[in-house]
């Protein structure tokens, strides 16, 4: 018979996971996924204590973590875009400080050299 | 027996790929297996008789922030598809984390025997239907204030794509 | 449920409607095939190939079913993920489509939020082709693949919000009922929320895989030059990701605004019984016959003793189906229904594939930006407020006994005035919605 501690133990590992993830990782796309595990496994806890109680509120509180999920991703992944797409005539005079992100918060800075010598790293895919 | 079995199946797939995300270094790799975690969850969902859970899991999650999560990957491919290296010094923080989150596990499955479903009966004949009940008629307050967030997203989101083509 | 049916149990049940959502799957990809050569052939000068189309196009199905599973197979060894993705577009697709339900009987399982889970898993399609051509693109075209992404991703979620004035006026959201609901409102919800059904045919046929367009120059080209046999072994539709998904927006569409798998007028039977009406139900059995002879006439001008077969397996399930469409008719109304259902569905299918076919080749493709905009700008706006006056008409005919013929022209007017204040507005400040040059 399975029982609802089954569930918590599940949300509870998918916590742990996510929550390593957005501490270990310093990628800010995969600290955002990270944060999207935790909140499905909140998701989890919640749904089956929903079903332990047998009421729909639980579900209820899962879709409203879904919407704010959606919308904190959409914002997130926007303002990365925002941050890296540059405008391509990026001279000095943009450059200043407070205008360009914080380099180590998007990713180390590609150089050159590294792009030219080794096309495979580039294409990780 | 058959219910577990589906459990044991879906929670393995969401557990081992979601570790797998987390120590991908390939950020497209960690895309797919976050949607298969997602997936595997929608699963889990189903078999706790919330079939609009899974469905918002599947249209949402899956296929909404997943299909996001790509598209930023793919448009960001120069930066960021560079293999995003672990950051060892906080490492001690997560391995607290994870301490106490074993622990927890440990103290909810020492009561092992307490939690049982209170009523295995009765899940509503349609959840659709009971969900959109609870949420239009009971808790239409909440339901008002979680527009509220959503609001300010789509505020944000104007006023970051509004800088970039100033 | 038809009782003599019942007799197979229920396993047997699911197992026959297995079989027949695997029949329907693939008589949809013939059928993509066929109409996307006959429209590609009525915008050339002249007729190619003509009368032998029908079985050089399964020849066709099959070689690319086949190009399709070797390219799984090719995958670079190691490489997991690409071929999880090329599956995952497929299998979104399929996922979806055997969610809907194709008659009466004729249903694998009928979920409260079927709508929700089939929008879900053919955004997963769209999701998995994305990421398999990514994973094979590289450098610059990664963006593309990205930008083509992005613009599937939002006429998507355009079709989805045009879907929800359906959905509004049903009521439900599991498919069964969604037709049900139909049948007692006495209309189709075409007849209902006609912008909505326009809008999701708008929608996707603008977002539309690009790979899956065809140039329709090079076309009238290769026209020109004679008959091009290579050309008719690619695949007709882009991929096969793309044209399942082509065929969920077709089942879709049939579902929630042609009355699913209702005849013509099945709320009036009472109404007009006896009358020319009644005739509807014999054209089932009239259109097998003709699909009888059509294919019995292939098989006899066929040369190739392949093809020859195959035309008259062809003919000969369509003699059978003959068979179970004319003897039913002596029994009792709801089992007429229940056979004819899976017809009516599949003829409603066909008709919007050949129409989604038929505008797709005659609508010009926008630049990107022009049709991101298009889809943000205008056709996302529009369906919400076309969802919003559905809405607002269904209380007002609930509160104040409008009629259904009034409060939708209220609606549609409404919406249109809101569409063209719209299109206006943004004419005069970007150039959103002038064709390419």
Wanted: charged fraction near 15%.
């Amino acid at each position: 018979m399975i029982s609802v501690e089954h569930y918590l133990a599940l949300g509870f590992v998918l916590f742990a996971i996510g929550a390593c993830g957005a501490l270990l990782r310093r990628n800010p796309t995969l600290i955002l996924m990270s944060i999207e595990l935790m909140l499905t496994a909140v998701n989890v806890n919640l749904i089956a204590f929903s079903r332990m109680l047998g009421e729909v509120h639980g579900q209820l509180f899962s879709l409203f973590i879904m919407a704010d999920a959606a919308a904190e991703t959409a914002l997130a992944l926007g303002i990365l875009v925002a941050c890296a797409a540059r405008p391509p005539s990026a001279g000095t005079a943009e450059t200043e400080a407070g205008e360009m992100p914080p380099e180590e918060f998007i990713a180390e800075p590609v150089s050159s050299e590294a792009e030219a010598a080794d096309p495979a790293e580039r294409t990780v895919l | 027996m058959a219910d577990h079995l589906l459990f044991d199946f879906f929670a393995a797939i969401a557990a081992a790929s979601g570790l797998a995300m987390v120590t991908r270094r390939n950020l497209m790799h960690a895309t797919i297996l976050l949607l298969a975690t997602l997936l595997a969850t929608g699963g889990i969902f189903l078999q706790l008789q919330a079939e609009y859970a899974l469905a918002a899991q599947v249209l949402l999650f899956a296929g909404g922030i997943v299909l996001l999560f790509v598209l930023v990957v793919m448009l960001l491919s120069p930066q960021f598809l560079r293999p995003a290296p672990f950051d060892w010094k906080s490492f001690s923080i997560a391995a607290l984390a994870l301490v106490v989150v074993i622990e927890i596990i440990a103290v909810v499955w020492a009561h092992h025997d307490g939690m049982i479903w209170r009523s295995a009966a009765t899940p509503s004949a349609n959840n659709a239907r009971a969900l959109g009940t609870a949420l239009f008629q009971d808790d239409l307050l909440a339901f008002e204030f979680a527009a509220v967030p959503l609001l300010a997203t789509i505020i944000g989101v104007v006023m970051l794509s509004k800088r970039r083509t100033e | 449920m038809v009782p003599a049916f019942r007799i197979l149990g229920t396993a047997g049940i699911d197992l026959l409607n297995g079989f027949a959502i695997i029949a329907f799957l693939l008589l949809g990809l013939v059928c993509i095939a066929i109409f996307d050569r006959k429209v590609a052939r009525s915008l050339a000068p002249q007729p190619v190939l003509r009368g032998a189309d029908f079985p050089e196009l399964l020849q066709a199905l099959t070689v690319s079913i086949r190009s399709y599973a070797r390219g799984l197979l090719a995958q670079d060894a190691g490489r997991f993920l690409p071929w999880l993705a090329s599956i995952i577009s497929v299998a979104g697709g399929i996922v979806a489509f055997a969610a809907l339900s194709f008659g009466p009987a004729v249903y694998l399982a009928d979920l409260d939020t079927g709508l929700i889970f089939i929008i879900g898993a053919s955004f997963l399609g769209i999701l998995g082709g994305v990421l398999a051509r990514g994973f094979s693109a590289r450098g610059a075209s990664l963006a593309g693949v990205a930008r083509n992404g992005m613009r599937v991703a939002s006429f998507e979620a355009a079709s989805a919000l045009a879907l929800i004035s359906g959905i509004i006026l049903a009521g439900s959201l599991s498919v069964r009922q969604v037709v049900q609901a139909q049948l007692d409102q006495g209309a189709w919800f075409f007849f209902l929320a006609p912008l909505g059904f326009a809008l999701y045919l708008a929608s996707s046929i603008a977002g539309i895989d690009s790979a899956a367009r065809p140039p329709v120059r090079a076309a009238s080209k290769t026209a020109q030059n004679g008959p091009d046999r290579s050309g008719i072994f690619r695949w007709p539709f882009g991929s096969l990701g793309a044209s399942i998904h082509l065929l969920v927006g077709a089942g879709l569409a049939s579902t929630v605004f042609m009355g699913g798998w209702l005849r013509p007028f099945a709320s009036y039977h009472d109404h007009f019984a006896g009358t020319p009406i009644e005739l509807l139900d014999a054209l089932p059995p009239v259109t097998m016959v003709a699909a009888t002879a059509y294919c019995r006439w292939l098989s006899s001008v066929e040369t190739d003793p392949v093809r020859k077969r195959l035309m008259k397996i062809a003919s000969g399930t369509c003699a059978a189906l003959f068979v179970v469409f004319a003897g039913i008719l002596f029994a009792p109304a709801a089992a007429i229904a229940a056979v004819h259902g899976a017809f009516w569905f599949a003829a409603k299918m066909a008709g919007y594939i050949y129409a989604f076919l038929w505008l797709r080749a005659r609508i010009p493709q926008f630049r990107f930006g022009r049709s991101i905009r298009g889809a943000w700008n205008f056709l996302i706006p529009v369906a919400a407020i076309n969802a919003a006056a559905v809405a607002a008409a269904l209380v007002a005919r609930e509160r104040w006994d409008w009629s259904p013929a009034a409060s939708m022209l209220l609606t549609t007017l409404f919406t249109l005035l809101f569409a063209v204040w719209l299109g206006l507005h943004d004419a005069g400040t970007t150039s959103a919605y002038r064709l390419e040059p």
